[in-house]
T-cell receptor, first 109, second 115 residues
Framework: GQNIDQPTEMTATEGAIVQINCTYQ??????LFWYQQHAGEAPTFLSY??LDGLEEKGRFSSFLSRSKGYSYLLLKELQMKDSASYLC??????????WGAGTKLIIKP | DAGITQSPRHKVTETGTPVTLRCHQT?????MYWYRQDPGHGLRLIHY???????DKGEVSDGYSVSRSKTEDFLLTLESATSSQTSVYFC??????????????FGPGTRLTVL
């Protein structure tokens, strides 16, 4: 079956670094997406990885290891506005997205 | 931001009534999707469309139907609403599917409550 696993909730301190992990099992693989979703709002695209390695975009980076079925999202210099849910999604062989339930990130001052 | 609107944004209805949700895009994207989002679950695909009059079922299509008569509009109908269909419904669009690099952009969502 297809499955995406990520922690339900994480807490971090303003100014710190946090890593949100995601493991995936999909039928075929066409990439791994990360989205951010603030409470009551729509998901917004953060990053896409299809090759192994690290992709950096400002304070946010995303890593992929295809052999391990593993990805992480790294957030640096945390700000209060980063309090949100972070959704991991794998794209399967039919180019459909399989979504994790999301990780709620709580930032404390 | 991608030009995607959903209507209504909030709706309360009674069990057994039909409900239609509308998604409208101004991006001329080929692919459109309907998802539902429930606590403890990831986004789940209901139906999607790959062109005018071309639609297919997703993971949780039972009790839902869709129509796409114009590129810009994708309608989701709950034929006879049940309490289990209480959820937040998101529409998404993408320009091209199948290349592995496409990104889905989401509308603001519709919060539906079935009493």
């Amino acid at each position: 079956g297809q499955n995406i696993d990520q922690p339900t909730e994480m807490t971090a301190t303003e100014g710190a670094i946090v890593q949100i992990n995601c493991t995936y099992q999909t039928s075929g693989f066409n990439g791994l997406f990360w989205y951010q979703q603030h409470a009551g709002e729509a998901p917004t695209f953060l990053s896409y990885n299809v090759l192994d390695g690290l992709e950096e975009k400002g304070r946010f980076s995303s890593f992929l290891s295809r052999s391990k079925g593993y990805s992480y999202l790294l957030l640096k210099e945390l700000q209060m506005k980063d309090s949100a849910s972070y959704l991991c999604a794998g794209m399967d062989s039919n180019y459909q997205l399989i979504w994790g339930a999301g990780t709620k990130l709580i930032i404390k001052p | 931001d991608a030009g995607i609107t959903q209507s209504p944004r909030h709706k309360v209805t009674e069990t057994g009534t039909p409900v239609t949700l509308r998604c409208h895009q101004t991006e001329n994207h080929r692919y459109m999707y309907w998802y539902r989002q429930d606590p403890g679950h990831g986004l789940r695909l209901i139906h999607y469309s790959y062109g005018v009059k071309d639609t297919d079922k997703g993971e949780v299509s039972d009790g839902y139907s869709v129509s796409r008569s114009k590129t810009e509009d994708f309608l989701l109908t709950l034929e006879s609403a049940t309490s289990s269909q209480t959820s937040v419904y998101f529409c998404a669009i993408s320009e091209v599917a199948g290349l592995g690099t496409d990104t889905q952009y989401f509308g603001p969502g519709t919060r539906l409550t079935v009493l």
